[in-house]
Nanobody, 123 residues
Framework: QVQLVESGGGLVQAGGSLRLSCAAS????????MGWFRQAPGKEREFVAA????????IYADSVKGRFTSSRDNAKNTVHLQMNSLKPEDTAVYYC????????????????WGQGTQVTVSS
């Protein structure tokens, strides 16, 4: 069982930056792949980024590639999503999610979810 709590969301102007964090509790965090997803009003939840249990070679949605960076600190049971050059279309509730071992881009492959944190980018 893994519990996830996101933080770091807020209101930022276009072109600005935010750093989201996801704190995990429970056993064997280092065995879990971690994903980031987002959901804008009236839209389906979409993949943002994911990394496998060992953190190597994160993958990103095309819409955020080159602007967002995902990282993890297994010693602190934490993952981060650094978001730079934010755009109004990045506005959404951002969720972190966990699944065993290997990264995935489909939300239904993740067993554990945080409550989400709101990111609002003004133009």
């Amino acid at each position: 069982q893994v519990q996830l709590v996101e933080s770091g969301g807020g209101l930022v102007q276009a072109g600005g930056s935010l750093r989201l964090s996801c704190a995990a509790s429970g056993r064997s965090f280092s065995s879990y792949a971690m994903g980031w997803f987002r959901q804008a009003p009236g839209k389906e939840r979409e993949f943002v980024a994911a990394m496998s249990w060992n953190g190597g070679n994160p993958i990103y949605a095309d819409s955020v590639k080159g602007r967002f960076t995902s990282s993890r600190d297994n010693a602190k049971n934490t993952v981060h999503l650094q978001m730079n050059s934010l755009k109004p279309e990045d506005t959404a509730v951002y969720y972190c999610a966990a699944k065993l071992y290997y990264r995935a881009t489909r939300a239904n492959e993740y067993a554990y979810w945080g409550q989400g944190t709101q990111v609002t980018v003004s133009s």
